[in-house]
């Protein structure tokens, strides 16, 4: 295979979810292999979100996964059903060690991988905890890897803390391609994505 091509071949085809304000701060849609960061505050609504897109995709024949290390799958799908979207084929894991969800996703070949939370995640053959810098960094670095080297789209949660970063001081933020935060008040009927 060759490792240089000519930039005027490389088409930018974009996956649209068809959700209107997601395709727009997303600049049109996914590109494929490229890394995304979702920072919020705990209990906005980033999984919400990002469910009902990674069901979007899918319905449009995007194959998506979804990893759930923040809740069981029983939870992710009694959620897709609040939602009204089990009839979407999105498939789901619930898993913490990135190696296990590496060697899934080299089997599975997926277009989209939607990984909640990047602070759940955790490489054996780093020795800080999970949700630690270094393990945040360790993480997010074999997943944009992964993203590059397979062309395919990964979405990153981060829970961001109450000075206003997200865990492992905004760490990753130089590591991923585009950065969104999900931001408004509990109680309000809008959100800004920005």
Request: charged letters at 20%; proline letters at 3%; aromatic letters at 4%.
């Amino acid at each position: 295979s060759r490792t240089v091509t000519d930039i005027a071949q490389e088409s930018d085809v974009r996956a649209v979810t068809g959700i209107g304000e997601l395709d727009r701060v997303l600049g049109g849609g996914l590109v494929a292999g490229s890394v995304v960061l979702l920072g919020g505050d705990p209990g906005i609504g980033k999984s919400t979100l990002l469910l009902q897109a990674a069901a979007s995709f899918a319905r449009r024949g995007l194959k998506c996964m979804y990893i759930s290390g923040e809740e069981a799958s029983a939870q992710v799908r009694m959620r897709a059903q609040r939602l009204g979207l089990t009839d979407a084929p999105v498939q789901l894991g619930a898993e913490t060690n990135l190696r296990d969800i590496l060697t899934t996703l080299d089997a599975e070949r997926p277009g989209l991988v939607i990984i909640d939370s990047i602070q759940t995640m955790w490489l054996d053959s780093v020795e800080a905890a999970p949700g630690s810098v270094s393990q945040v960094r360790a993480a997010a670095h074999e997943l944009v890897t992964f993203a590059k080297r397979r062309g395919v789209a990964v979405v990153l949660v981060g829970h961001v803390t109450k000075e206003g970063q997200i865990a492992g001081p905004r760490v990753i933020e130089h590591m991923v391609d585009t950065v969104l935060y999900f931001e408004g008040e509990r109680g309000h009927q809008f959100r800004i994505l920005r």
